[in-house]
C-alpha cells in the first residue's frame, strides 16, 4: 500500500479534475478529465506523468478529455462496467468490491448509481481518499437523473460507512448554494451555521471548499442525515423510513 499525492485542478465553470500520485511508482491518475488542456498542463508542470484516467460517470464535464489524454499519453482508462458504451476509450471495465491498482496505491469501487445508472466512486483507503464524481458534494449530492431516490440513498449509505477523516473529493464546487439549501431544511444545526460561515469566507476570497472530510458531512449534509429525527420532522415526516425522507429532501432540493 501507498500513499497518494493529489492536485486539485479547477475547469469549466464548477468543476474539479483531480490527479493523483502514488508516491511509491510515480503512476498518476486524472480522476474525470472534464478536459484536455489544463490537465496537460498541470501534470507537466508538476513533472508528474499521467498513466490512467479514473472516471466515475459517462457525463461529459467527466470524459470529456479522455480520448485526447489518452492519445497524448498512451494512459490506460478505467470506467463503470454497467456504463462501458457510454466512456470515450475506456480499457478496463469495473464494478462493486473490484479493485484498482495505481502503482502500489489501492482503491476500492463502489457501484453508486443514482445520479446515472452506472455511477462508481474509487475509495483510496491509505490515502483517506474518496473520488466520488457527481453522487456526493460537499452540503449536496448528485440530482436524480438516472436513479431513484431508494438507489440514491443505498448508494450514500455506502460512503456514510467509511472513517470520517475520509477526504471527499467530490466533482463540483456547488457548496455554497448547497449550504443555503441545507439551512432551509435544517436550519437549528449549529454545525451547519458555523460550516456555512466558513464557506461563505473561503468563497469570497475564491478558495476551494473541496475537498471536506466525510466526518464534517455526516454532521451537516442533509442528504446524508435522512436517518436524523429532527430533519425527517422539518420535512413533515416525523417517523417515516430514512428512504422516505430522503426523496423529500431531494424534491425540495430540485425546486429549491
Ligand atoms: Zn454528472
Ligand atoms: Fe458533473
Known sequence: MSQLDIHQIPVLSDNYVYLARDRASGQTAVVDP???????????????????????????DHVGGNLEIKAATGCTIIGPKADRDRIPGIDVEVEEGDRVALGE?????????GHTRGHIAYWFEESAALFCGDTLFALGCGRLFEGTPQ?????????????EDTHVYCAHEYTQANARFALSVEPENQALQDRSRAIDAARAQDRPTVPSTLGEELATNPFLRADQPGLAANVGLAGSEPVAVFAEVRRRKDNF
Open 151 to 163: 438507489q440514491m440513498w443505498s448508494s450514500l449509505s455506502k460512503f456514510r460507512k467509511l472513517p
Open 105 to 113: 496505491a489501492m482503491a476500492e469501487v463502489f457501484f453508486v448509481p
Open 34 to 60: 472534464a478536459v484536455v488542456k489544463p490537465v496537460l498542463e498541470a501534470a507537466e508542470r508538476l513533472g508528474w506523468t499521467i498513466t490512467h484516467i479514473l472516471n466515475t460517470h459517462h457525463h461529459g
